[in-house]
């Protein structure tokens, strides 16, 4: 080949500097003059290399190839520039692609290809794919000698090639192997994501398990299980299966049934517990299974026919020993005196005009003073109203605060005594038994609830709930019976129990019963079956909503109808289809509100970006006043989009523009998506919406901020919120529907004096617990009818979110379960997904000793490496 004149003369141009007239000409001498002797050194030997390519004497050829590989290999470069070889030989790539087609067959011809593949990398064209085309032609040498970048650039390749190849259905298998080089080469060099990456691209995941080895593992697994959160379904699941079958082939069972779980796979769950022969490891995969509220049957293949090892993983799992654990850490940070609703209110510090209407006993003010006295003390056992011990031989004072209710508000003072002595089975159905004699249904009915209450999300060998519950169901008066309901449904919520359902089935065909018995009845088949998708419920609330009267199913509690049908099919999200094609043909006043509730239900917490789509198309038509079903679309949005991070983040902006563009119906339910976005993690952007919102001028906004500022506060004793409660307080104290808002806001920021949670999800965010998740959905839909349910006479309609609280706390035990204290550090969780080695997962730590509460974003690790760990995550509460 005849070289380039202008090349070959480059020092001769440089000392004579010839004036051109040719601009390029200049460039290129300027280029020149700026390299050092170094790189001239470089340029020219490489160029020699390409003349000495194209000799006729092999031998020549392949010193020149060899000479110009390790050039290559060798050069070392930062990541802003190209590497020297590859810049100098720019020009000769045209050159060499032409020789190259003309070489007879040999291997010089491959290790040709092999060098072309490496300046592809600079200098292909977009979309040609040249690198991968050369490097399938060349030797098979390790590809990992020529570095990272370049094998980066080969995977990216991979999977164009590998999508036109689809299209065209032609065979994948040299593809294929030079996959099998990359993920070893990635795996390798701690580079797991980029493997499961090209893997994802080229549909063969599966290939991933063999290539992963103890020391990666959990990085690995770390990377599937967080980016499962952002694909479509089913890929979301064939990503959760392979990160199944890694943790099971490594023996890490508790974060195996951890993704068994989010995976919604009973069968998995078994066997995960089949495979764990360890008793320690099997009582923390109970701890786990009982925050998630599932049941398992111990069969002797579980336990290996130990008698005694039933018992013990029977009872941690039934949650028998929460109400023990929750009171240990009340002792331990002392908070086990009782608090009034006037240590909540602190009137005190409100000056002025408040105090004057505080002092006035209205009925009202009563009933929010029980619910907040209810709600600080949850748990506890004793409290200043209802608990207190009786001073006379009869009543006493208990009898006389009940009696300070109005007929229904006595219902929810029965109530709150099982809110009181949650968790604490025998202890509190004592205490209910008195009221069961009463005279007065409303106390009846409220021992019903309480019953119900104590036993939420606690399974017993003699089922006390539905032994004392059944027989009301069939009473003649309506409170009874919705009492003996609302019991059944907050008892076994997520147990699928048969019995009740049994029970409650005929209730839902009778029409006969009136619409508020079937709607509470509808909604307990909703709970206890949530997300089990089982038809004949569904067929019931279908007919019971088709035979109803257009009166009947305007009535303000027809939507919990709605409700209950949607819960039977929470997180199941394409198994819903059938159903809402059913429900277009309801009646108008209540098909759009079913359809909206199904769909909002069936894809919570699933991150759907389709389904977020559809809802904000619901939430932007411009409608006349009568229509509702614009209010679960806008919780239903905030339902799908809470799966994760990012996507609530988003969510909160999108609900701003909401406020802004919305009518007035999403003006009212947009407070309460927020409030479910942001439960029990005061954000300080959302606190101050809210706090705008709390203001507004009409009134149902300003009843849904102030709930929904204790939504975001509840159980984080927050001060900035308790202030903003107060001055509500003081500003809304002639209003006395709101002043109730205010007054259940202020005891939920302090519920539990701020030992609880009402966040759905647990596991560092990873599970969303059915039960907790439909209680809340509960409480949010009553919400969007504050007048008619919550301020009119179903105000017991808040112990829904019973269902969600659990305690925000760190306990550790020995292996007999008793309680020990453990050094932990407790910190602000650090996401370190797809970092390389071994990253501080927690940041700004404090030294702890057990029990320790866990506000939202913590995350604990244990201090000392004494304490023999069964499972490196905390033990669940």
Not at 39 to 54: G, I, N, P, S
Not at 514 to 530: E, K, N, R
Request: hydrophobic share 40%; net charge negative.
């Amino acid at each position: 080949m005849a070289q380039d004149p202008n090349q070959s003369t480059n020092s001769e141009q440089a000392s004579v500097k010839v004036p051109s007239k040719d601009p390029k000409k200049k460039k290129d001498e300027k280029k020149d003059e700026d390299l050092s002797d170094e790189d001239l050194a470089l340029k020219q030997q490489l160029e020699l290399y390409v003349e000495r390519v194209q000799d006729s004497d092999p031998g020549v050829q392949k010193l020149a190839l060899e000479s110009m590989r390790q050039e290559i290999r060798t050069s070392t470069s930062s990541m802003t520039s190209v590497p020297k070889p590859l810049k100098f030989l720019r020009p000769h790539y045209g050159t060499l692609k032409a020789y190259y087609e003309a070489m007879a067959d040999t291997d010089l011809k491959k290790y040709l290809a092999d060098i072309l593949s490496v300046l592809a990398l600079t200098m292909s064209a977009e979309g040609e794919r040249e690198s991968l085309k050369y490097r399938l032609l060349g030797s098979e040498g390790d590809i990992g000698s020529w570095g990272h970048e370049y094998v980066r650039n080969l995977a990216g390749e991979i999977s164009q090639e590998y999508t036109k190849r689809q299209i065209d259905e032609t065979p994948i298998d040299d593809l294929m192997e030079l996959v099998q080089q990359i993920v070893a080469f990635h795996v390798k060099h701690n580079a797991e994501p980029e493997a499961v990456d090209l893997l994802m691209e080229v549909e063969d995941l599966d290939m991933l398990i063999d290539h992963i080895d103890s020391t990666n593992y959990k990085r690995t697994c770390l990377y599937l299980t967080s980016f499962a959160s952002y694909l479509p379904s089913p890929d979301d699941m064939l990503v959760l299966e392979i990160a199944f079958a890694i943790y099971t082939k490594f023996e890490e069972h508790t974060s195996a049934l951890c993704v068994a779980l989010r995976m919604d796979n009973s069968h998995y769950v078994r066997q995960v517990f089949v495979c764990c022969s360890d008793l320690l490891k099997k009582k923390q995969l109970c701890y786990i299974l009982a925050q998630q509220g599932v049941t398992l049957e111990l069969d002797d293949e579980l336990i290996h026919g130990n008698e005694e090892q039933r018992e013990i993983l029977q009872e941690i799992m039934n949650n028998a020993k929460l109400s023990e654990g929750y009171l240990t850490l009340a002792r331990d940070i002392e908070v086990m005196e009782p608090k009034s609703p006037d240590d909540i209110y602190k009137v005190h510090l409100i000056d002025g005009r408040a105090s004057a209407g505080a002092s006035v006993d209205s009925a009202r003010q009563n009933l929010a003073a029980t619910f907040v006295n209810a709600f600080v003390n949850a748990g506890f056992g004793q409290d200043k109203l209802m608990t207190v011990p009786s001073e006379s031989s009869s009543g006493g004072s208990t009898g006389s605060w009940l009696f300070k209710n109005k007929e229904h508000g006595k219902a929810s003072a029965a109530a709150s005594l099982g809110l009181i002595h949650l968790w604490e089975v025998d202890a509190g159905l004592a205490q209910i038994d008195k009221y069961f004699h009463s005279n007065d249904n409303h106390v009846i009915a409220g021992a019903l609830l309480a019953v119900g209450i104590v036993n939420c999300g606690i399974r017993n060998e003699c089922d006390p709930a539905y032994a004392l519950l059944a027989d009301y169901v069939t009473k003649d008066d309506s409170s009874i019976r919705i009492g003996a309901i609302m019991g059944l449904g907050i008892a076994y919520a997520g147990t699928q129990k048969v019995e009740v359902l049994r029970l409650l089935a005929p209730i839902l065909i009778d029409l006969k019963v009136p619409i508020d018995v079937i709607a509470f009845t509808a909604l307990s088949l909703g709970l206890i079956y949530v997300g089990s998708c089982h038809d004949d419920i569904a067929q019931s609330i279908i007919l019971a909503l088709m035979e109803r009267s257009e009166s009947e199913l305007g009535e303000p509690l027809a939507r919990f109808l709605s409700l209950g049908l949607g819960l039977l099919y929470l997180g199941k999200q394409e198994n819903v289809d059938a159903t809402v094609e059913v429900a277009k043909t309801f009646n108008e006043k209540i098909s759009r509100y079913c359809q909206a509730t199904l769909m909002s239900c069936a894809f919570a917490g699933t991150g759907n970006v389709l389904k977020v789509q559809s809802l904000l198309g619901l939430c932007a038509e411009h409608l006349d006043k009568g229509e509702i079903h614009q209010g679960p679309a806008v919780l239903g949005y905030a339902l799908v989009a809470m799966a994760e991070e990012l996507g609530l983040e988003m969510g909160i902006r999108s609900l701003e523009h909401l406020l802004q563009y919305g009518e007035q119906n999403i003006r009212r339910a947009v407070p309460l998506a927020l409030g479910l976005l942001c439960i029990s993690n005061p954000k300080v952007n959302v606190m101050d919406t809210l706090s705008r919102l709390s203001h507004d001028s009409d009134s149902e906004v300003a009843m849904a901020a102030t709930i929904s500022l204790g939504l975001i506060g509840a159980g984080t004793n927050n001060a900035r919120i308790a202030g903003m409660l107060r001055n509500l307080s003081s500003y809304y104290y002639k209003d006395a529907s709101l002043l109730f808002c205010v007054r259940i806001a202020q005891g939920l920021v302090h519920l539990g004096k701020g030992l609880l949670t009402l966040a759905p999800y647990h596991s560092d965010r990873f599970l969303l617990s059915p039960s907790a998740a439909a209680g809340l959905i509960t409480f949010l839909h009553a919400c969007l009818d504050m007048k008619s349910i919550i301020l009119g006479k179903y105000h017991y309609v808040l112990y829904y979110l019973v269902l969600a609280m659990q305690p925000r706390m760190l306990t550790t035990v020995d292996e007999n379960l008793k309680p020990i204290s453990v050094p932990v550090r407790v910190g602000q969780a650090v996401d370190v997904v797809g970092q390389a080695g071994r990253p501080k997962t927690i940041t700004g730590f404090q030294t702890h000793s057990t029990p320790v509460l866990l506000s939202a974003g913590d995350r604990a690790e244990l201090a000392t490496e004494k304490a023999g760990q069964v499972n490196p995550g905390p033990t669940p509460p």
